[in-house]
């Protein structure tokens, strides 16, 4: 790699006095221009009788938080409040990365469809998402497709137990029985031994030669001994059913309408580009490489396991990785549609005690970060996974 | 020669079998392939009968395209008037309306410059000077200059604001984005180091958060007997924020052209600036047009999160005319009038984006 830096520069090395100077001058503007900013900053501050640090995350917040995944009241800290949109704004954008992705390979595969009308109906999708704000996919779904469902009194019963209604939607929640513990100890113990089942299949297939289906016999093991696991300890989880009662549902877990469209337009936005990752990734696969597989007998479904998708990924990931990075960044317009995220929660921080400048470094800090897990996780799987070269 | 010379005359080939050409073959190929194909196809026949009837019912048919609120509450269609009634507000927002002139003249003027940058009409430096004057031209005319009466930046709202803020961010953030690039790649290691900061500070960081400093943060910068108005906070953030995006695109283009083209330009003599100035750079813009555009793209899109910040942009107005009493209810006419309106610009950048990949470097190498 030093080669190729070098010669692509060649000449512009810097190693004399002259440009040291320069670089000094720089600096000293930049750390100039800092200091002035920094001075000015606490003269304002002082102005406006704002104060400055983080005392202020121990303090009461005093605000109320419409969705929590933790216990929260208003008689928490700012801090406190502070974390809950942490956690609202990682678990919308976990949910949403999950479900884009895959909605959005999905799409890439219509998108090179044999079928026409699917190909056609996929194109439209993609050109129709991308070409518009995510805001206004936002506010579209909020104030008009979810504000046309029913009253929670006529709610849409999609399936039993799942509702739709205009002030959100409405699924069992999963409930631990006595038992639950061994149960999932030994629901444990049955992935182990299928993901061992299936380790063992992969080398006995490469020192014999010979045939062993090991994915899905592990998938097998796992689901028969789970299932009789089940059984065994006597059914240990039942389901709390949500029921109209009153005004609106009780029970069961609520979707509020504001995380609902969220997640729905991060999903449907972002999948529309992981799904021009996919159908580049695929088109970038040389057509000689199908057809030279298929001519060796191997059949359509090895073809793209072992052939078309390894080389298609390589170009896949990368783009995905970005999309990824936009999606999390993107759960910010929360703040539009009043989910309490991060953002959302930091701004009506700052507009109690006007501590813009302490909220805005906290979020760009922990942007930043999840900017990094993903990046190092993303290029571990492209150094690992993919980029297995002879 | 003699007469009995034979001239070797094939057949006319026959038609193709009926199975192969045609209609029904092309519905076999494209719909109905084998049973799995004619599943897919069913079900999406089954969704499109579900829902095409239903939307054109609502758009055409049972729409009202004259009348007022109550012709729209009785027909239950689509209700056009509305968005006809709101159009001037949604156009350019709150600016006076016997000004409107002005805007509709820097609106057929971006036009006319973009159907000639679009038709290659105009091309080179007479292009770049073009797009360069264009929103000088269009912020004189708006705002008021050559002894017209002043607007104040607090009435431009609609799509005026959200073009504007999109144009002025693109022609500004290019070349600073340029700047940062060749900082970033050629830079020495002090200003490399600021360059890398930036750009990633930027990238790492949702636009809102920017905004958000832009419009909580930066009186906080400045000294405090210097006050700038909240429209041009937000308009220098949005350059910001684009340049940093430009800059990676542009330094991916400078990493395209070939060393030798340094190499021979100092060979002969040119100076450092003059290389990077006349040959790398305009050769790696010229790679990476097609991402440029797509970049412009985004930034247009992008513009709709000052609504956040307290500006009334076309997004922010069709928000707050589907709040309007006299009009309630007709909250979906005017969100898929704003999707229309987005999708022909967004989309017909992007058809140009695609042309200028047709065009470009990589195309004629192949």
Same mark, same amino acid.
């Given at each position: 790699m030093s080669f190729t830096k070098r010669t692509a520069k060649p000449g512009f090395s810097v190693q004399n006095i002259g440009s040291a100077l320069s670089q000094a001058v720089v600096l000293t503007v930049v750390l100039g221009i800092v200091y002035v900013l920094f001075t000015n900053t606490q003269e304002n501050l002082a102005l406006r009788g704002i104060e400055s640090g983080f !005392?202020?995350? *121990?303090? !009461? /917040?005093g605000l109320p938080i419409g969705d929590s995944l933790i216990e929260y009241n208003p008689t928490r800290s700012y801090g406190y409040a502070f974390l809950v949109g942490i956690l609202n704004t990682l678990f919308v954008s976990f949910l949403a990365v999950v479900f884009a992705t895959i909605l959005g390979v999905f799409v890439g595969i219509a998108r090179v469809s044999h079928n026409w009308l699917l190909a056609k109906v996929a194109a439209i999708y993609v050109e129709t998402l991308r070409n518009l704000p995510l805001l206004l996919t936002l506010f579209f779904i909020y104030s008009v497709v979810l504000a046309a469902l029913p009253h929670p009194r006529a709610a849409i019963e999609l399936v039993e137990g799942v509702y739709l209604s205009k002030r959100g939607f409405y699924l069992p929640r999963p409930m631990a029985e006595a038992g639950f513990s061994i149960f999932l100890t030994a629901a444990l113990a049955a992935l182990a031994l299928g993901l061992g089942f299936w380790r063992w299949a992969v080398t006995y297939k490469m020192r014999t030669g010979r045939p062993m289906p090991g994915f899905w016999g592990g998938l097998g093991i796992f689901v028969i001994l789970t299932g009789l696991a089940y059984l065994a300890t006597g059914r240990p989880i039942s389901s709390e059913l949500p029921v109209y009662a009153g005004f609106n549902f009780k029970g069961g877990l609520a979707m509020k309408p504001e995380f609902a469209s969220l997640l729905i337009g991060l999903v449907l936005y972002t999948a529309a580009y992981i799904g021009e990752n996919v159908r580049s990734g695929i088109q970038s696969v040389q057509a000689g490489q199908i057809e030279a597989a298929n001519a060796l007998g191997v059949s359509n479904a090895v073809v793209t396991r072992k052939v078309l998708l390894p080389q298609a990924l390589r170009v896949t990931i990368p783009a995905t990785t970005n999309d990824y990075a936009s999606l999390v960044k993107n759960s910010s317009l929360a703040v539009a549609i009043g989910y309490p995220d991060m953002v959302s929660i930091g701004g009506t921080i700052i507009g109690q005690n006007g501590q813009a400048v302490e909220i805005i470094g906290m979020w760009m800090a922990v942007y930043l970060t999840i900017n990094l897990i993903i990046s190092l996780g993303m290029n571990y799987l492209n150094a690992r996974v993919l980029h297995v070269e002879r | 020669m003699d007469d009995n010379t034979i001239i070797f005359q094939p057949a006319p080939a026959r038609p193709a079998p009926s199975s192969r050409v045609g209609p029904r073959a092309w519905l076999r190929a494209?719909? &109905?392939? +084998?049973w799995k194909d004619t599943v897919v196809t069913l079900i999406l026949l089954a969704i499109l009968a579900l829902t095409l009837p239903g939307l054109v019912d609502w758009m &055409?048919?049972? /729409?009202? &395209? &004259?009348? *007022?609120a109550d012709n729209c509450r009785q027909a239950? +269609? /689509?209700?056009w008037p509305f968005i006809v009634d709101k159009f001037n507000v949604l156009m350019m927002?709150?600016?006076?309306q016997e000004l409107g002139w002005r805007p509709a003249v820097c609106a057929i003027a971006l036009i006319v410059l973009a159907a000639l940058t679009y038709t290659n009409r105009v091309r080179g430096i007479v292009l770049i000077v073009a797009w360069a004057i264009l929103p000088v031209f269009a912020l004189f005319m708006i705002g008021g200059a050559f002894g017209m009466r002043e607007v104040d930046q607090s009435l431009w709202g609609g799509l005026m604001l959200s073009i504007m803020l999109a144009l002025v961010g693109v022609i500004v953030s290019i070349p600073l984005g340029v700047l940062l690039a060749l900082g970033r790649y050629y830079g020495p290691p002090v200003v490399k180091s600021l360059c890398v900061a930036f750009i990633e500070l930027l990238r790492g960081v949702p636009l809102i958060t920017i905004l958000f400093m832009a419009s909580v943060m930066m009186p906080l910068f400045l000294p405090p007997d210097l006050v700038i108005n909240n429209l041009l906070r937000i308009q220098i953030a949005m350059i910001l924020f684009s340049a940093a995006y430009m800059a990676e695109v542009v330094r991916g283009g400078l990493q395209a052209i070939p060393a030798g083209q340094t190499e021979a330009a100092l060979a002969l003599g040119v100076s450092r600036a003059r290389t990077i100035a006349f040959i790398v750079v305009p050769q790696a813009l010229r790679h990476v047009l097609p991402p440029l555009v797509g970049r412009c793209i985004a930034l247009f899109k992008d513009t709709s999160l000052v609504i956040i910040v307290g500006l009334l942009d076309f997004l922010g107005m069709i928000k707050n005319a589907s709040l309007d009493t006299t009009w309630l209810g007709f909250q979906a006419e005017a969100y898929v009038f704003a999707a229309f309106v987005y999708w022909l610009i967004c989309y017909s950048l992007s058809l140009y984006g695609r042309e200028l990949e047709r065009r470009g470097p990589s195309a004629q190498k192949r």
């Open positions: !005392e202020f995350l *121990d303090h !009461e /917040a | 494209n719909l &109905f392939g +084998g &055409f048919v049972r /729409a009202t &395209f &004259f009348g *007022d239950g +269609g /689509a209700c927002g709150v600016y006076p």
